[in-house]
Antibody
């Protein structure tokens, strides 16, 4: 059974940093791309960033480019999102989602339960 | 940047058919997916590659994609189908979601 478990969400001040983690199980982690998708309170889904199965290719939404860094540790079956220079508009539930391909594209067949990031003073 | 548009809301009577559209430039040249999200829950995939249903998704969910419009159709809508529905596609290696459509079963 595929499982994705996010952690690391917290209350952080504007300009601060936070690292999210997503522990994966139930599939061959290094064979699949994974993405972060966020949802601001009462708003829709927004794709944030994706990474290939090998970790060699990364992709970012314009809204986070230069501030967020996606990475993965295939030896630990874990996905990360390092978030720097956080803004109030980054407040959201952050989901990790498994794609059905090894690189960009495909379908988000599986989602985690999400972790809440709140950026406020 | 690439954008997808959806109607904000659709209302349907139980047992009737609900159709939700998703529009984007040459969307038919891409694969479209649809996700269902109920309050307080994570999204669930209901249609992928335009018209395929994942295992466990009822047959009343169907999809199509041509030209500039993808459509999710719910036939014989049930009260349990009341939720937000999001279309999604890829453009230049970036994921793009539509703004979502709230389906209300009256």
């Amino acid at each position: 059974e595929v499982q994705l478990l996010e952690s690391g969400g917290d209350l952080v001040q504007p300009g601060g940093s936070l690292r999210l983690s997503c522990a994966a199980s139930g599939f061959t982690f290094n064979s699949y791309a994974v993405s972060w998708v966020r949802q601001a309170p009462g708003k829709g889904l927004e794709w944030v960033s994706g990474i290939s199965g090998s970790g060699g290719s990364t992709y970012y939404a314009d809204s986070v480019k230069g501030r967020f860094t996606i990475s993965r540790d295939n030896s630990k079956n874990t996905l990360y999102l390092q978030m720097n220079s956080l803004r109030a508009e980054d407040t959201a539930v952050y989901y990790c989602a498994k794609q059905d391909v090894g690189n960009t594209g495909g379908t988000f067949h599986y989602w985690g339960q999400g972790t809440l990031v709140t950026v406020s003073s | 940047s690439y954008e997808l548009t959806q109607p904000p809301s659709v209302s349907v009577s139980p047992g009737q058919t609900a159709s939700i559209t998703c529009s984007g430039d040459k969307l038919g040249d891409k694969y479209a997916c649809w996700y269902q999200q109920k309050p307080g829950q994570s999204p669930v995939l209901v249609i992928f590659q335009d018209s395929k249903r994942p295992s466990g998704i009822p047959g009343r969910f169907s999809g199509s994609n041509s030209g500039n419009t993808a459509t999710l159709t719910i036939s014989g809508t049930q009260a349990m189908d009341e939720a937000d529905y999001y279309c999604q596609a890829w453009d230049s290696s970036a994921g793009v979601f539509g703004p979502g459509t709230r389906v209300t079963v009256l």
